[in-house]
């Protein structure tokens, strides 16, 4: 058995060398693509997993960033005070609006105390209606996940490992952004 499992693992280890390649490919590729807002754009030498610490759907039921795997995520921790959320959060409803599919969604998780009536009169007077009213009330997964000011946007990959992350606002509705999501998905398609 034990014989078994260091094979598997070694297996598992080479495989993940030759794909640690063609990842950094990748990466290289998309740091090409950054310009404007997206140059504050780090992305990680290796993907990092993504904790399952749970978080409150807008329908007030429990969820976890698993809900998401199988697609690529633009995941974005945002409170109601948030003076540059403000600005930011139109131009993630518009990428959700211009590029949200079954490859690629927008999610928004507000954390920390924010009441869900303020949370929606925050989208109302932004005009988003396309975006989901996720909360963090307790900030557990804003801390297990390394989020220690707002806004913060992480890219995650369709394991529910983290990619990038942008710490600030940013114009996610910017060609450069949309160039960058696109290249993440069609990567997808075509693997």
Same mark, same amino acid.
């Given at each position: 058995m034990k014989r078994l499992l260091a094979l598997v693992l070694y297996i598992g280890l080479a495989l993940g060398a030759n794909l640690g390649a063609a990842a950094a490919a990748d990466i290289a590729a998309l740091e090409a693509l950054r310009e404007g807002d997206m140059r504050k754009l780090m992305f990680h030498a290796a993907p990092k997993p993504v904790p399952l610490t749970e978080f409150e759907r807008e329908d007030g039921t429990p969820g976890t960033l698993a809900d998401y795997r199988g697609r690529h995520v633009v995941l974005n921790f945002w409170a109601?005070?948030?003076?540059?959320? $403000? %600005?930011?959060?139109?131009?993630?409803?518009? #990428?959700? %609006?211009?590029?949200?599919?079954?490859?690629f969604s927008v999610v928004t998780i507000a954390t920390g105390r924010n009441p869900p009536p303020a949370m929606?009169?925050?989208?109302?007077?932004?005009?988003?209606?396309? #975006?989901?009213?996720? $909360?963090?009330?307790?900030? %557990?997964? %804003? $801390?297990?996940?390394?989020?220690?000011?707002l806004p913060v946007t992480m890219i995650l990959d369709p394991e529910g490992n983290e990619l990038a992350r942008l710490t600030g606002d940013a114009d996610w509705n910017s060609a450069s952004a949309r160039a960058l999501i696109r290249a993440l998905i069609e990567g997808t398609d075509q693997g």
């Open positions: 109601t005070w948030c003076a540059p959320c $403000r %600005a930011e959060m139109p131009t993630l409803a518009s #990428l959700q %609006a211009e590029l949200g599919n079954e490859a929606k009169k925050f989208f109302d007077e932004i005009g988003v209606t396309n #975006l989901p009213l996720h $909360r963090d009330p307790r900030s %557990a997964l %804003a $801390r297990e996940i390394g989020v220690f000011g």
